[in-house]
């Protein structure tokens, strides 16, 4: 013998007026039963339902930013550049690197007073971020390089 959803038990079951035992016995008929899945769904209103698949289609197509990304986006990176780094560990290592080293010929440039270590810097500086990308996506270092390389996309891309 089986049973069937009525109207009154639809109205309490999508107000969420009904106990926890008849809430489960009605979710596992509504698996089965055609019928009384229709008789369920004539009782949702629309607005609320339109409204709980809006919330959970944003839920859903909200990026989840890690450390890195929220990091870099304070320190004022675009969400371009903090994604791009954030999702290439390797880059980030070398990214990391030039940096500290960018950083620290500057501290000697400022320190040093002379103006040729501070053309050395202004020769050298510009050369890092070059060698961190080298490093991170070379063909020794990036186990996508095989795949990449074959990738049809123009290499002079803007971003």
Known sequence: MTWHVDEQSAQRYVARRLDSASTSSIESHLLVC??????????????????????????LDRPQLGWAERTLGRFGCSDTTSRIVAATTRARFSY???????VAMAVVAAQSGGDRAFGAFLMLAPIG???????????????????????????LQSC
């Open 96 to 102: 990391v690197i030039a940096v500290a080293i960018s």
């Open 34 to 59: 055609d019928r009384c899945r229709a008789t369920v769904g004539g009782a949702v209103d629309d607005d609320l339902l339109s409204f709980v698949w809006s919330e959970i289609s944003d839920a």
């Open 129 to 155: 971020p070059l060698v961190a990308t080298a490093g991170a996506f070379g063909r020794w270092s990036d186990p996508a390089h095989a795949v990449l390389s074959v990738t049809p996309t123009s290499t």
